[in-house]
């Protein structure tokens, strides 16, 4: 069992909702995946419109913690906003705070980010920012009041898998205490259980997924993957050395000399 922002989670795999080559298959993935969160983009159009209302219908059907996030704000003030849209309509404190600083990259603007945390949390949200993996900005974040801090691996959709395991590892053990998602830049299923194997308690998925050539399949990939790494981790992986050791100890081994009799 892992505790997340008040919830009590039995998969440490967050899953995304976009992309997907229909609702049914978006459907089959999230069920295969076993993940306990999804997580939303808001349109800026409202709770009752047309446009969007089907689709929001069919995600609450699922009975999964939604997480609705603020993608393709680049402003405090248009994540802020977007926030509190997410929490009139979903009805939850959670939201996934992206206030972008580069179009090119999708890099979090680590000023607009920090600030927009602070003004969201004096508002009650449980907040969930995606950063990059700086660990000086992960404990500003953590420092405002985060409980979860949620650095990526790599830009998003890019597939690269976790670009600097220093820099993650580094903040994995300066913020000890911290609920840390690895978010963005996932592409294998293998990176998702070295980021476990790391000690990082979760991953958020979307692209890797949705974009696969059977995302049924590859989402129960990913899960197996979660779980493989955790395990690892929690039962204690083997440190690298820098010479050989034998498996088999020479101590007790018979020698023979010469030829047997």
Not at 43 to 67: C, E, K, M, N, T
Not at 111 to 121: F, K, S
Request: hydrophobic share 40%.
């Amino acid at each position: 069992m892992w505790h997340v922002g008040g919830a009590a989670l039995d998969s440490r795999m967050f899953i995304g909702t976009a992309l997907y080559p229909s609702p049914e298959i978006m459907r089959r993935s999230i069920e295969a995946s076993g993940a306990g969160v999804i997580t939303v983009s808001l349109r800026r159009q409202a709770p009752d419109s047309d446009g969007g209302r089907a689709f929001w219908d069919y995600v609450r059907d699922l009975g999964l913690h939604i997480l609705p996030n603020t993608a393709g704000c680049h402003s405090v003030k248009e994540a802020v906003t977007t926030a509190q849209m997410a929490r009139e309509l979903f009805d939850t404190r959670w939201i996934k705070l992206e206030v972008i600083g580069d179009t090119y990259n999708l890099q979090p603007d680590p000023i607009g980010l920090v600030e927009a945390t602070r003004e969201l949390i004096s508002q009650d949200f449980e907040v969930f920012p995606y950063t990059t993996d700086d660990l000086v900005l992960c404990t500003r974040l953590a420092e405002a009041g985060c409980s979860t801090v949620m650095p990526w691996a790599s830009p998003i959709g890019s597939g690269q898998g976790l670009l600097n395991p220093f820099n993650l590892d580094m903040i994995r053990k300066r913020l000890p205490d911290i609920n840390l998602i690895i978010d963005a830049g996932i592409g294998r299923p293998s990176d998702a259980a070295r980021a476990l194997e790391m000690g990082y308690d979760g991953i958020l998925i979307n692209s890797a997924v949705a974009l696969a050539q059977d995302p049924v399949v590859m989402a129960r990939a990913f899960a197996l993957a979660v779980e493989s790494g955790r395990m690892a981790y929690e039962s204690g992986i083997m440190p690298k050395r820098d010479f050989a050791n034998p498996s088999t100890p020479t101590v007790g081994t018979p020698f023979w000399h010469g030829e047997p009799s």
